[in-house]
């Protein structure tokens, strides 16, 4: 077990992992990650839930977690368990706040699992934060019972809840409810926003031990700095221009929703930290961001989505312009350009990420070592190679 201290940054990206953003709490029961035509996978899981505490003085661990969820994502985009590449699903729940229900323990559940992590990004940066009451028990209850966990032995499900009071606190008895989880075999992690006797004293690491997770203990006051690299510009541009190559499809407030969202959040990335946004673009040059996408191009070339079963007003107008034998090519079209951009982004973020480790070698071991991602994702692949994952 690891004790590591971070930054705020290292809160948010915990659970980042975590898993950056979607919609109002209304719109985000809606469980449906694309049009029907989709075809369910097959392949591993990895979920993962993050539960954060809104309360006033989480503001420096969420604008941490904006700018590092997209580095953690990478990460995990990484893995494999026997060969195959697995899904990813992140769920994001806030608990805490004062203007939260008090009869829901001021918890809410922001989004279920997803694999949309523009939706994840967007609800991070809608986020706000007051006073409140921190009860961990409930809201890890809540997260148990309330999300479509898989029930697949060697799928990898993961809880990091983070927060800097008692752990427990509310009626819910934070041992039973960790108790609970891992019968279902869902990972309980911790980060506790303080010293670590502090967190030790208050349960955190009980909550931690309970459920065979990690407690962590970090540094709110801490800063990480992102190293700047001269490849981020470039990345940040690759990004945008991928956008082109996706032909979304679906009811048109899907559609639209989708394309606004993706720009939306490109914006978001890039206002926040250069390195986030170029984060963000290696992301996309990944298979797992063309999964999330309501997207016609990726759908039809995969075989998950038939182009002559999708409805004539459930194509977008560029489809719709086209005759129905011409339509193929449009879509073989826009893959080998979105292959194009991404075996770009791909090359100059490998350029980056060996740039970013020889620059972090000349700083001072105490830096080099101790930075949020260094520390969170370490805690991620030691639990995954339990389960026989490997990146």
């Not at 502090?198 to 690491?205: A, D, L, M, Q």
């Not at 929703?257 to 963000?280: H, I, L, V, W, Y």
């Not at 079963?309 to 879509?331: C, F, G, H, N």
Request: hydrophobic share 35%.
């Amino acid at each position: 077990m690891r004790h590591a201290r971070w930054g705020r940054l290292g809160l948010l990206l915990v659970a980042g992992l975590l898993s950056g953003a979607g919609i109002a709490s209304s719109r985000a029961e809606d469980k449906s990650s694309g049009p029907a035509s989709r075809q369910e996978s097959t392949s591993p899981r990895i979920q993962l839930a993050i539960l954060l505490d809104t309360s006033n003085s989480m503001d420096g661990l969420i604008n941490q977690a904006r700018t590092q969820i997209w580095k953690i994502v990478n990460t995990l985009a990484t893995a494999k368990r026997d060969g195959k590449s697995p899904d990813l699903q992140v769920a994001l729940y806030e608990y805490g706040k004062a203007t939260l229900p008090k009869e829901q323990n001021f918890l809410r559940k922001i989004l279920p699992f997803t694999d949309d992590l523009d939706r994840i990004s967007e609800e991070l940066f809608a986020l706000t934060t007051n006073g409140g009451e921190e009860y961990c028990g409930a809201v890890i209850d809540a997260a148990t019972r309330e999300l479509d966990w898989t029930a697949g032995d060697t799928d990898l499900k993961l809880v990091y809840v983070c927060g800097n009071e008692p752990f427990t606190q509310g009626s819910i008895d934070y041992r039973k409810a960790c108790e609970a989880a891992v019968k279902r075999g869902i990972i309980i992690n911790t980060i506790f926003c303080g010293n670590e006797s502090e967190g030790v004293r208050t349960g955190w690491k009980d909550g931690a031990q309970l459920a065979d997770g990690s407690f962590l203990t970090i540094d709110q006051n801490r800063v990480v700095a992102e190293v700047k690299t001269p490849f981020d510009e470039d990345l940040n541009k690759l990004s945008t221009a991928v956008n082109r190559t996706y032909v979304a499809f679906g009811r048109p407030a899907d559609r639209e929703g989708f394309k606004a969202r993706q720009e939306a959040q490109d914006k978001n990335a890039a206002s926040a930290a250069p390195a986030a946004g170029a984060e963000r673009a290696a992301f996309k040059a990944s298979a797992k961001y063309n999964n999330a996408a309501p997207d016609l191009v990726d759908g039809v070339a995969s075989g998950k989505v038939k182009l002559g079963e999708v409805k004539e007003d459930e194509l977008p107008e560029e489809l719709k312009s086209l005759k129905p034998e011409e339509r193929p090519a449009y879509l073989e079209k826009k893959q080998a350009e979105r292959k194009k951009i991404q075996d770009e982004i791909k090359s100059l973020s490998e350029k980056r990420s060996k740039f970013i480790a020889e620059e972090r070698a000349k700083q001072a071991k105490s830096d080099a070592n101790d930075s949020l991602d260094a520390a969170l994702i370490k805690s991620i692949k030691d639990q995954a190679a339990k389960r026989k994952y490997e990146f």
